[in-house]
């Protein structure tokens, strides 16, 4: 029988029938891999949104000011004959001149009303200089900050002059008057329009522009120097807001083809279906749509703003064109300064890029200030071509037969455009042309429905997509909408709000004013409608009530709160995860919500979300009993009950398996600190004397560095790593966590021992020291010293809470934050300590001064609060700046620092609240305690040093409004796992191909039966003392845990991939490891004797480590070094954690809900030692301290689950083991070596095998029936399923043979067979199976 190494050694890749994966990979549910899991609990960076438009402006007078002088042509421009004559569609020569005039003014006046009907229009007819001042002084001056437009036509005066200025009339009309456009600024102010219909007009525009530069200057010298005589006069207004139309460039001329209007520009400008129209019929191509003539085109029925109508449809669908057109070329924020800020300038432009099209087709070029693109030849003119065909190929017929007229189909395939963009393009691309023309479409009954649908799969592409449809202008029409009583448009018009929200929350005010919310309430109110759909309305309601008064009252109005109680029970967990943070809002500091509440008792309603199964739905009711208590309105005792009520029921959340939901637990109860403070300063007082006159037994202090300890344990050597060692440790999630890793080092190059231990800090100082010394790194409660209130303070109490009498509410909710402030996940306790030590502060603050002072000097008024309500605290970092030297006068109080040169000197962690020493310690002796502080901070409100007393109102975890970012995203896209091209799927499939070929090529090796087990593969001393160690079930990566570290080795290329310090505090040690999705994206689960379980991901992989999550999975574990610790099981096809140890229960976590599913007790009173699970059975083996092996069944009460109690060994179980086939056996080993097999359903042991005494630790191969033995006496034996010893190991190979030292752990590969050993003398090694030469 030959062994193939390379078999044995790698993955290799293998048979050609091992390429499928195994179906069962896929099946497996994975843990730990949600959203909240894998993100920040934050909201999303708010985009800056400019589509609001800050400045709207209307255009509100209008100068009509005409140099026509008809019947007179001006002596610097020949007229061909016959030329163009037609002014506003007159022929002046129709009538006497005097007439004419009147009349063309009049039509233009007209012409522009139809854009702009509000305006106060003044005409001006062959004015005199005098004449167009005084117009344009009063315009302005009746305007005020408003738009006025300047309308010039000049062909019947010479060209505008190089040296800036345009031509007028004298009184007697003998002479031509120069007007400079300087004066035509200073009369007419800004912001202002200005349209010049005349040739050579680019001149204007060129002259305009020196002339606004030179004012710009002007102006910066008269702002520079006051005595300058510029200074002195009327500052001239700047005309940086001005806009200019001018119907050619500087040096042409307007075309003068007799079948145009003289006045081509006016006509594009005021007429443009009109002229457009004409323009067509002139084309060539017009004789293809026969029998249309010019005059046929006069009579096109309707009327332009009746969309019915031919005339009205043409009209819609130039309105449509040419703002996609301008949508599409210009850049945002000039569209919105032209074509969205004004109506009247909108429409002008719009039709500028008509006069540009048809001017340019006759050599003239229109010039525009600011200046646009070249759109003439933009696509969309072709569909504008092909409307137009189509309107004017049915007029004989309409005119003549009086057939119906048909539509145009221009909209509905726009539409089709904008679907077909939607359903074939990639992510990163253009945004569709159509956008503008949908906005269009939402007007149009008949399209309706099909716009909104594709404008909300638009929306639905990110926030990207809301942003750019906000900034087309979509927000009015949506708006409007709301007003519409068309149930099929409800769902549409839910999903587009929730997503506008969800990107642009200001919109709230919007909606109040126009009444929108109500839609929301009958929606939410509308029990037919889907869930998903009532989801969205509350959301929209939720962002409507957000720290918005007027939109609170609305919404309490509209009987929010009682059609939010009703639905707290769906079985949508969405819905009700918005239903409780939409109740949280209501009442968030607006009290007749409160109340309401009260008289329908949603704080008891809320309740039972407490214990759901969703943690975000848990997060949510914690969220809404949080801010109900956190009212500031004045107190009854009928309110005082209430919250003393809902105080007492989150406190039962104090184990919760998940950290979102134990951070939105702080600031609850922060809630209810800052309600009931000086209740709370009372309990912080009484604590911190208790604190003081009691010493905790800390396991710490008992570890002598000689007690090699039993069973289980490594030895406990103090263990100080020198500094090139810690550059190895990646900075673990925080800074947090980088102090508190320091914490336990050593920071000495030589690696001697430490100059002092930070544990002695909080026992031995006195009071003054522990309350706000700068050595305690700016907490006055430092992390030992709350850890040890929290060991003081008796723990069964929290077991009880309910039912305690009420005066002591605060005690208990002190304690539950003290235990809160020692939770294994960072960010839970760091919110916890800034809570306790803004208590702590303020008590100790007001405590004091009867101590310092002699009563005297202080008057006996309570002193005031030391900042206002509203600050927030100030997150600063590194070291505090050492008390200013004004404090002189109180050294002798205060403890000298540690100098800060000791290298081996780090304060116990504590994170930074403010930059500050506690104001106490600057107050010369003189002054008043409650004075502002020393004079440096009395001034400067932004001293972090006020700040950090205060608990801020606005404490907060970010899951609002990290919940709310659900509807930002895609909704419709199918998930990236799930999509069958994807590098997610892509990566998994090569994971789940890997897997089966680990499997299966081990499954050869083991099956072909091991002989041996002694050829070393890996061996390196490990950074500590290895007490856990566990192989990856697929890859060639070994975890190796010391005491509170954890070092990540590949077997195969013998190296170091990571080491990161596990956070634990210093008294507890690792006692267990699994890796959790070990067939797909491995996370690693950590245990420690003191019932915490951290959760890590990215370890060994180049990035830095981080914490998923981590909770306490056993509470009232106190660490002691001679227990077993916590030990664990983990069942990756249920998602379910079996955890025990020093304490009586099995207790089942199941790790989707995270929460406690089951409390089984073991009925014993010994400690649990391991633990073995199969889920086919349902079936818990667990080894107990006392020899004893039970056997339990989860799937029955807690009173008959024990199903089978095994007790023929003398002595504490090492392994008890439970093979996972329909009919396993149980496989148990005790201390004294003796191995037993027990058929599950027999009383009695059906097998038995004696190995060596003094075991240290056993493991046994799940495929090859093999056990290793590790004993004290420094060798491993390795024996058979029939107790046949197959190898011997005591020595090291290499080394020149060293001697293996007492085993502290050992452990096998669940398919390989390998066996990793580590011992007491740091080194790590791994043995393999024989390699056989072929």
């Not at 060129?206 to 030179?214: E, G």
């Not at 149930?487 to 919109?507: G, H, T």
């Not at 030297?885 to 290298?903: G, I």
């Not at 004893?1188 to 060994?1209: A, I, K, L, Q, W």
Request: hydrophobic share 40%.
């Amino acid at each position: 029988m030959k062994m193939d190494s390379d078999l044995l050694h790698s993955p290799a890749v293998g048979l050609a029938e091992e390429e499928e994966a195994d179906m069962n990979d896929w099946k497996l549910p994975l843990a730990f891999m949600k959203k909240r899991h894998s993100e920040k609990i934050e909201g999303s960076k708010a985009l800056a949104q400019s589509w609001r438009m800050k400045d709207r402006m209307k255009t509100v007078s209008v100068a009509l000011v005409l140099c026509l002088n008809v019947g007179v042509d001006p002596p610097d421009v020949v007229k061909t004959s016959p030329c163009a004559r037609l002014e506003c569609w007159i022929d002046p020569l129709s009538m006497s001149p005097q007439k004419a005039l009147e009349t063309i003014g009049a039509n233009l006046q007209k012409q522009y009303e139809n854009w702009q009907p509000r305006a106060r229009y003044k005409q001006s007819l062959d004015p005199t200089v005098d004449e167009v001042k005084k117009l344009c002084t009063s315009l302005r001056r009746n305007a005020k900050e408003e738009r006025v437009l300047f309308h010039y036509n000049g062909h019947g005066v010479p060209r505008p002059t190089v040296n800036g200025e345009i031509w007028v009339f004298n009184k007697n009309y003998t002479q031509y008057i120069p007007l400079s456009i300087y004066d035509l600024q200073t009369w007419m102010g800004s912001p202002s329009i200005f349209v010049y219909d005349c040739s050579n007009a680019g001149i204007i525009v060129k002259s305009f522009k020196q002339f606004a530069l030179q004012r710009e200057q002007e102006l910066e010298v008269a702002a520079i120097n006051p005595s300058h005589p510029l200074a002195q006069m009327p500052l001239p207004p700047s005309m940086k807001n001005c806009i200019q139309l001018a119907a050619c460039e500087a040096s042409e001329l307007l075309p003068m083809n007799p079948d145009l209007p003289a006045d081509l520009f006016t006509s594009c400008l005021t007429t443009p279906i009109k002229i457009a129209l004409r323009w067509f019929c002139m084309q060539k191509s017009a004789k293809l749509v026969p029998g249309v003539t010019l005059d046929l085109i006069e009579k096109i029925p309707g009327r332009l703003n009746d969309r019915r109508t031919p005339l009205g449809e043409l009209n819609w669908i130039f309105t449509a064109i040419t703002d996609t057109i301008a949508w599409n070329v210009l850049p945002r924020d000039l569209f919105q300064k032209l074509f969205r800020q004004d109506l009247l300038v909108a429409s002008l432009f719009r039709n500028f890029l008509l006069a540009e099209r048809i001017m340019r087709s006759y050599n003239c070029t229109p010039v525009s200030s600011p200046r646009l693109p070249p759109t003439y030849m933009h696509a969309m003119w072709q569909a504008w071509d092909l409307a137009v065909d189509i309107c004017l190929s049915q007029l004989p017929t309409i005119i003549e037969e009086g057939t119906a007229f048909r539509h145009s189909p221009f909209f509905a395939e726009q539409l089709t455009a904008f679907q077909v963009w939607l359903t074939m393009g990639v992510e990163n691309r253009n945004p569709p042309e159509q956008l503008p023309i949908v906005l269009q479409v939402l007007l149009s009954q008949v399209h309706r429905l099909r716009a909104l649908d594709l404008l909300g799969r638009f929306l639905d592409l990110g926030p990207w997509a809301v942003s750019l449809a906000l900034s087309v202008g979509i927000f009015p029409y949506v708006l409007k909408l709301l007003q519409s009583s068309a149930r099929e448009l409800r769902p549409l018009l839910v999903f587009i709000w929730a997503k506008i929200l969800a990107v642009d929350s200001s919109c709230q005010a919007d909606l109040v004013k126009d009444n929108g919310h109500k839609y929301f309430l009958s929606v939410l109110a509308d029990s037919y409608m889907p869930a998903e759909h009532r989801t969205m309305a509350v959301f929209i309601l939720a962002v409507i009530v957000n720290s918005y008064n007027t939109g609170q009252e609305a919404c309490l109005q509209g009987n929010l709160i009682a059609n939010c109680l009703e639905q707290l029970s769906d079985p949508h967990p969405l819905l009700r995860q918005w239903v409780a943070i939409c109740l949280g809002r209501i009442w968030q500091n607006f009290d007749p919500a409160r109340w309401c509440g009260v008289r329908d008792s949603a704080h008891e309603k809320l309740y039972t979300l407490l214990s759901d199964p969703i943690p975000e739905v848990r997060c949510a009711a914690v969220f809404a009993l949080g801010t109900f208590v956190g009212n500031s309105a004045e107190r009854t005792d009928h309110s005082t009950t209430i919250d003393h009520n809902v105080a007492m029921m989150l406190a039962q959340l104090i184990n919760d398996g998940s950290p979102v939901v134990r951070k939105e637990l702080v600031v609850a109860l922060s809630h209810l600190v800052v309600q009931y403070e000086s209740n709370f300063c009372t309990v912080a007082l009484q604590f911190i004397e208790e604190e003081k006159n009691y010493t905790v037994p800390s396991p710490a202090n008992t570890a002598e560095p000689g007690n090699l300890t039993p069973v289980r344990d490594s030895p406990a050597i103090p263990r100080l790593r020198s500094v090139n060692s810690y550059t190895n440790i990646r900075a673990a999630t925080t800074a947090r966590n980088l102090n508190k890793s320091l914490q336990n080092l050593n920071l000495n190059e030589e690696g001697g021992p430490a100059a002092f231990s930070p544990g002695n800090l909080s026992t031995s100082s006195s009071a003054s020291s522990t309350l706000g010394s700068p050595d305690n790194d700016e907490y006055i409660l430092s992390f030992e010293t709350i850890d040890k209130m929290r060991r003081v303070s008796s723990y069964s109490s929290l077991n009880s809470l309910i039912g305690v009498s009420f005066n002591s509410v605060y005690t208990q909710i002190w304690r539950v934050l003290l235990h809160l402030a020692a939770d294994p996940f960072p960010e839970v306790s760091d919110l916890a300590m800034k809570v306790l030590n803004s208590i702590a502060y303020k008590a100790t603050m007001n405590a004091r001064p009867q101590r310092i002072l002699d009563s005297g000097s202080l008057t006996q008024s309570a002193p005031a609060s030391p900042t206002s309500k509203g600050t927030h605290i100030h997150q600063a970092s590194g070291s505090p700046p050492m008390p200013s030297t004004s404090s002189s006068s109180l050294t002798n109080e205060v403890p000298k620092p540690p100098a800060r040169d000791q290298p081996a000197t780090r304060p116990p962690y504590t994170p930074t609240l403010g930059g500050q020493a506690p104001h106490s310690h600057q107050f010369p002796r003189t002054r008043k305690m409650f004075d502002k502080g020393p004079e440096q901070a009395a001034e400067d409100g932004d001293e972090p040093g006020g700040h950090r007393n205060y608990i801020s109102a606005a404490l907060q975890t970010g899951l609002c409004d990290w919940s709310a970012k659900y509807f930002a995203q895609p909704v419709m896209k199918i998930p990236e796992e799930h999509d069958l091209e994807s590098q997610v799927r892509m990566e998994r499939q090569w994971r789940f191909l890997r897997n089966a070929r680990v499997r299966k090529q081990s499954r050869i090796i083991t099956q072909r039966g091991v002989s041996r087990l002694d050829d070393q593969i890996f061996i390196n001393r490990n950074p500590g003392v290895p007490s856990v160690v566990k192989f990856h079930p697929f890859n060639t990566c070994i975890a190796v845990a010391d005491k509170d570290s954890i070092c990540f080795w590949d077997w195969e290329k013998g190296e170091r991939l990571d080491y990161f310090y596990n956070g634990n505090p210093r008294y507890t040690r690792i006692t267990a490891m699994e890796y959790l999705n070990g067939h797909d994206c491995s996370l690693l689960l950590t245990a420690t004797d003191d019932g915490a379980l951290r959760i890590w991901k990215n370890f060994a992989d180049q990035k830095n480590p981080e914490m998923v999550t981590a909770w306490q999975g056993l509470s009232d574990m106190l660490p002691t070094t001679r227990g077993a610790g916590m030990v664990v099981d983990w069942e990756q096809e249920t998602g379910l954690l079996m955890t025990s140890g020093d304490v009586r229960v099995i207790r089942i976590w199941d790790t989707d809900r995270e929460m406690k599913v089951q409390d089984i007790p073991t009925g014993a009173d010994s400690c649990v030692t391991s633990l073995s699970c199969d889920s086919k059975r349902s079936l818990i083996v667990a080894g107990l301290g006392d020899g004893s092996v039970r056997v339990f069944d989860r799937r029955m009460g807690p009173n008959e689950c024990r199903v089978m109690t095994y007790r023929e060994h003398g002595a504490w179980v090492v392994k008890a083991h439970i093979q996972k086939e329909t009919d396993g056996q149980i496989i148990s080993v005790s201390v004294n070596g003796d191995v037993r097999f027990f058929e599950p359903r027999t009383p009695d042991s059906i097998n038995m095998l004696q190995t060596v005494k003094g075991l240290t630790a056993l493991d046994i191969h799940p495929q090859a029936n093999l056990f290793a033995c590790g004993s004290m006496n420094q060798f491993i034996a390795v024996y058979n399923a029939n107790g046949d010893v197959i190898s011997n190991i005591k020595y090291y190979d290499g080394f020149m043979g060293q001697r293996i030292g007492a085993i502290s752990c050992l452990a096998f590969h669940p398919n390989w067979p390998h066996l990793a050993v580590g011992s007491n003398d740091y080194y790590m090694s791994i043995y393999s199976a024989e390699k056989r030469l072929r």
